[in-house]
């Protein structure tokens, strides 16, 4: 069963050098474009991301960076379609409770999370600037995901160095192996 993977980016969008970019061009994954990446409204990019997963003839993967966690996050608590989704690697979600995060994101907070009902795992480094790596773990255990700590690769984006990024890849597509045959059953029976 073939699988559409959809590339959730976070504020400003993810640039050359980013990984998103990287399997935007090397795989042909579908990157979310939102309306504003300066200004993020939380409700215009869940609303976006929802038409996005209706148009989809096919089970989706979501391979969400930084901001775009949390919109995986916000639009799981409130889409009646989560069913379509096999499930989702959230890679380097920032601490939306950090006392100096940036007013554009302020739309954000209180940050949404509830248990996700597709399989997701969450990957942070040790030294994210946005995000310590104790909230990450927690974030995860409250998004029902498996956390993977990658040790010290700063933001997980284009300054990493990580090209692009097979181990993510593999993780992602790990993901999709036993979601396929869940996604399946819980279509079945909807």
Known sequence: MAVKVLLLPGWQNSGPGHWQTAWESLHGDQRVLQHDWLQPLRGDWITHLEEVVQ????????????????????????????????GALLVAPPDLLQANLPPQLYSWRPPMCTRLPFPAMLVASSNDPFCSQAAAEQLASDA????????????????????????????????????????ISRTEST
């Open 144 to 183: 029902g995901a498996t956390f993977h700590a990658v040790g010290a690769l700063g933001h997980i984006n284009a300054e990493s160095g990580l090209g692009d990024w097979p181990e993510g890849r593999a993780w992602l597509q790990a993901l999709a192996k036993p979601a396929a045959s869940s996604f």
């Open 55 to 86: 148009q989809q003839t096919e089970p989706v993967l979501l391979a969400a960076h930084s901001l775009g966690c949390h919109l995986t996050l916000a639009w799981a608590a409130l889409s009646r379609n989560t069913q379509r989704i096999a």
